[in-house]
Nanobody
């Protein structure tokens, strides 16, 4: 059974930082690309970061320079380091395995002063 379990969400102030973690199980983690998506109320789910099995990464312009995705294959974990947070970063953040079509349960990130 594939499981993706996110942790690390919560409340942060504008300009602050949060680090999200996603612990994966049920598949050979090192053989799969991983990604982070987010969805705000009334908006579509959008990709905020991807990481290839080679560690090549992708970021959209909205988060480029502020967010960093990384992975630790020994721990079956993918991370999302979020710095210089903005109110528009407020959303539920989801861990995703694209090739398997699997999603985590989501973790709420709220940026507010």
């Amino acid at each position: 059974q594939v499981q993706l379990v996110e942790t690390g969400g919560g409340l942060a102030q504008p300009g602050g930082s949060l680090r999200l973690s996603c612990v994966a199980s049920g598949f050979t983690f090192s053989l799969y690309d991983m990604a982070w998506y987010r969805q705000a109320p009334g908006k579509s789910r959008e990709r905020v970061a991807s990481i290839h099995i080679s560690d090549q990464t992708y970021y959209p312009d909205s988060v480029k320079g502020r967010f960093t995705i990384s992975r630790d294959n020994a721990k079956n974990t993918v991370y999302l380091q979020m710095n210089s947070l903005k109110p528009e970063d407020t959303a539920v953040y989801y861990c995703h395995r694209p090739r398997g079509g699997d999603w985590g349960q989501g973790t709420q990130v709220t940026i507010s002063s």
